[in-house]
């Protein structure tokens, strides 16, 4: 086993550690009674439709990725996309720094599939912008639809977040009018950008809004087990609870969602609730997420045994045709 193959061992087994751990800490400051009782609460069927939006969420998530490498003016087969966005972003947003973690697996895959490091930094950088404008768009709509939540939860007056809210508006705006207008490419040291075309501009704006959509209905369905709460409320919990998590890092929102959503809707935010979104959204597609890692790094070890193996077989046939 060479060095590099040990160093990535050891960051992958460090990797899945801690986002296990990590869910662990969450789980840890409430006792077994409370989680099974407050749980058993929830209604199957509901469980099952948050598990279903959650599903559709890492769906579009698979998007931001083929978006990206359609902007590179790359081509691969979108199962290959949909496998590294998901594997590597289940466990990224239990680590924390969603860049940097699910950055490190996307290049596990994305080299084996012919990409290259630049490639796979600006295809994080582009998954970085559709996330940071579908999470502007969305929560500018929030404080919009609901200012007084919101502005309860930022502690402004109810005006002043219709205000923001319309102002934050402009910043998705002005980003598909310079996609439209700006086709120079952009340089940062030895790496050249370029803006997407105005069409892939428009559609990160919207695959990156809708996902946040698809989260907040997630989380709505558990919240509406225990009590009548309006989409809109879930939306501006969740969206600026998600904005303190991407200022702070916290690995997996840990303690800011839960503190968030308790904040907007105190009644409704009880311990199952809150447990049954980890479950949905966190947990279950870390444990699919890390099983598929499992099998992909025995997948490309065997194909780059069998690669070894021609490869040293093709040398061997000169050398005895030639004696």
Known sequence: MTLKSIIWNGLLLGALCLAFFLLYRI????????????????PFWRFCVALLWAAASYL?????????????????????????????LSLGHNIGFAGLSSGAIRYRYYKHWGLT????AKIILFCGVTVALGLVTLGAVAMI????????????????????????????IAYAVLAFLVRAKLRLWRWSFQLPRFSIAVAQIAIGTINFVF????????????????????????VLANSAILATHVPGGLGVLEATVAYVVPKEASIGALIAFRCAYFFIPLTLG??????????????????????????????????
């Open 145 to 172: 639809v609901n200012p007084v939540d919101a502005g309860r939860l930022l502690r402004i007056e109810t005006a002043t977040s219709r205000l923001s809210g319309s102002l934050a508006l402009l910043a998705p």
């Open 290 to 323: 890390t099983t598929l890692l499992i099998i992909s790094e025995v997948v490309f070890r065997r194909r780059s045994r069998g690669a070894d193996d021609k490869t040293e077989a093709s040398q061997k046939r000169p050398q005895a045709q030639s004696a």
């Open 117 to 120: 490091a630049e490639d796979v």
């Open 215 to 238: 989260v907040s209905a997630c989380l709505h369905q558990v919240l509406l087990a225990f009590g009548s709460v309006a989409f809109f409320q879930s939306t501006t919990a969740f």
């Open 27 to 42: 789980f840890e400051q409430y006792s077994f009674d409370q989680v099974v009782e407050s749980v058993q609460s929830i």
């Open 60 to 88: 579009c998530l698979s998007c931001f990725d083929f978006l990206a490498i359609r902007a590179l003016g790359k081509s691969l087969p979108y199962p290959k996309v949909a496998l590294a966005s998901f594997v590597s």
